[in-house]
């Protein structure tokens, strides 16, 4: 036990310099990951580290669900849920039926439970992989929130698809009628269990004396809690920890109203996602030699190029979907017309964005290794294994490399009208001062007069909404470029840094406290994150 935690910390610890290259590189992370798991399973020696297939699922799913659910924004959520309700549940039954009928045509001695349960395994793309590759490239808000919002629910439905697959190859029977109307049971109850938990999850955050240590390790716990109760009833758990997460995700500006703990709770999150993520992809290089090993009758040539023709097969299926999918509702739904047209080219992004990631490598792992009756092995375990990885590893690095690429290539603009952050970011700025000095003019007009320090801050919001009026007219004036744009973060960046540096030097000169140089400092970082944005993707 001891040698395989010291094992898998040293595999991490080359794993996180993987990932600082690739930050330097400029290339998404999960692609390194892909590419380390498959470098770990090449390192001779290397002892197998064997964990129970349902503790995968239970330990890495949960969180990385909550996760996807905390960043999804419930307006632009609901704004486009056609597009991502065609994507989440259409794509993933479709992409899932062709697999298994395909997998069974190509591959001798796949049957069609097998087949649903590789559909399910590899119809959901990866919200984490494509947000990382499409960072800081010129792709359409509405893109963006589509595959942000389709990765949530397809995560969903692809496990549901999962399980119903899994419990065919185990019993032996499958009936397609019982399983359409088992299917709206386990998911509606699920949501109505992850809905009645974080009602509870609430009520302890909003009414309870927590504090931000105690918030986070309670927004940790929550996803396994929704998780395992529904579960336990038997209905889907996956359902409640993407419903649960939705509803406090969308209250938690009542719940989590101080900056320290909502830096406390990013912090938390940003580490824990990202070191399952690493974990999942290192797991998956310490089993690669014995899944290579047990193929048995099928040589890893064979396996490959079967791994190949799926990886070509889910590809093309999510092109062909995703341009009539984009335009057909605008000819059948007269509210669709409304929108402005996505083109060719905002639907050829979210086809190429189509990644295989963790939940896909996550969900194959937790196949259990034997059947129910424990004396039959669970038939092709290693050869699905395979191809899940082989799928993960060519829509990774082959469409994650090209990726940005393609989007400079065809010159993509946004489609929709949306205003500049700078302006947002004013016009913001602006509402809440107003609201500030309204307040204070109605409840604190004396203490203004009397007190200097009052009458400080009173001045202090006065000249404040000046100057952000005047910056928001000359932002509506002047269509400020991209590269003046960049410049002036630049330097803003770099004045933040000539700031800390002297807040360095304060703090040996002693003569100001140290918790008043960290309340500074903090302010600073809240500064710097407002224009580097949050790294959580």
């Known amino acids: 036990m001891h040698d395989s935690i010291l094992l898998v910390l040293a595999l991490l610890f080359v794993v996180f310099l993987l990932v600082m290259v690739a930050r330097r590189i400029k290339i998404a992370y999960p692609i390194f990951l892909v590419i380390a798991g498959l470098g770990i399973s090449f390192i001779p020696g290397l002892p197998l580290v064997n964990i129970d297939p349902d503790l995968i699922f239970l330990i890495f799913l949960p969180p990385l669900l909550y996760e996807a659910a905390w960043y999804t924004s419930w307006n632009d959520f609901w704004k486009w849920k056609r597009p991502i309700a065609m994507l989440a549940f259409g794509l993933v039954f479709f992409t899932s039926t062709i697999v298994a009928y395909a997998s069974v045509a190509i591959i001798p001695g796949f049957t069609l439970a097998l087949g649903f349960l590789l559909g399910g395994i590899i119809s959901p793309p990866d919200a984490v992989a494509a947000a990382t590759v499409l960072k800081g490239l010129p792709v359409p808000k509405r893109a963006l929130i589509i595959l942000e ?3 949530l629910v397809n995560d969903a439905s692809s496990l549901i ?6 419990a065919a190859v185990l019993t032996g029977t499958f009936s397609m009628h ?3 109307g088992n299917f709206f049971l386990v998911a509606g109850m699920g949501i109505v269990v992850g809905l009645a938990i974080a009602h509870i999850m609430y009520v302890i955050h909003r009414f309870l004396p ?11 716990m929550t996803p396994y809690l929704l998780y395992l109760t529904a579960e336990a009833f038997h209905f889907s758990g996956v359902m409640a920890v993407v419903s649960g997460g939705l509803f406090i995700s969308y209250r938690s500006h009542e719940l989590f109203n101080t900056g320290a703990t909502r830096m406390n709770m ?3 999150w940003v580490t824990l996602v990202f070191v399952m993520n690493a974990l999942v992809f290192i797991l998956i290089g310490l089993e690669l030699p014995a899944i290579i090993a047990g ?10 190029k079967y791994g190949l023709y799926i990886s070509g097969i889910i590809i093309a299926l999510r092109l062909l979907w995703v341009f009539p999918g984009a335009h057909l509702p605008r000819l059948l739904i007269p509210a669709a017309r409304k929108e402005p047209s996505p083109g060719w080219k905002g639907p050829l992004v979210t086809g190429w964005a189509g990644m295989r990631g963790v939940v896909s490598l996550a969900t194959a792992l937790s196949i259990p290794v034997m059947m129910d009756d424990k004396v039959h092995a669970f038939p092709l375990r290693n050869l699905i294994l395979f191809i899940t990885f082989v799928v993960i590893f060519v829509t990774l ?3 994650g490399l090209t990726l940005p690429f393609l989007v400079k290539w065809i010159k993509i603009t946004e489609i929709d009208p949306i205003l500049p952050e700078d302006q947002q970011d004013a016009g913001i700025q602006l ?11 109605t409840q604190y007009s004396s203490a203004a007069r009397e007190n200097e320090l009052v009458g400080f801050l009173k001045r202090d919001l006065e000249s404040d909404i000046a100057i952000t009026s005047e910056r928001l007219e000359s932002l509506e004036c002047v269509d400020t470029g991209h590269e003046e744009k960049e410049m002036y973060n630049k330097v803003l960046l770099d004045l933040y840094n000539v700031q800390r540096k002297e807040l360095f030097k304060l703090r040996k000169e002693k003569f100001f406290s140290d918790e008043e140089i960290r309340k500074i400092e903090i302010q600073l970082d809240l500064d710097e994150l407002k224009i580097s944005g949050s790294n959580h993707h």
Not at 210 to 220: N, S
């Open 149 to 151: 919002g389709e990765s």
């Open 431 to 441: 509402r809440l001062k107003k609201a500030a000095l309204e307040r204070l003019n």
């Open 266 to 268: 990013l912090g938390v």
């Open 295 to 304: 193929l048995g009758d099928y040589s890893v040539w064979e396996a490959l």
């Open 210 to 220: 927590t504090t931000p240590a105690i918030d986070a390790a309670l927004t940790v």
């Open 397 to 399: 690095v082959f469409q």
């Open 161 to 166: 698809v999962f399980r119903f697959a899994l």
């Open 178 to 180: 019982a399983a359409v």
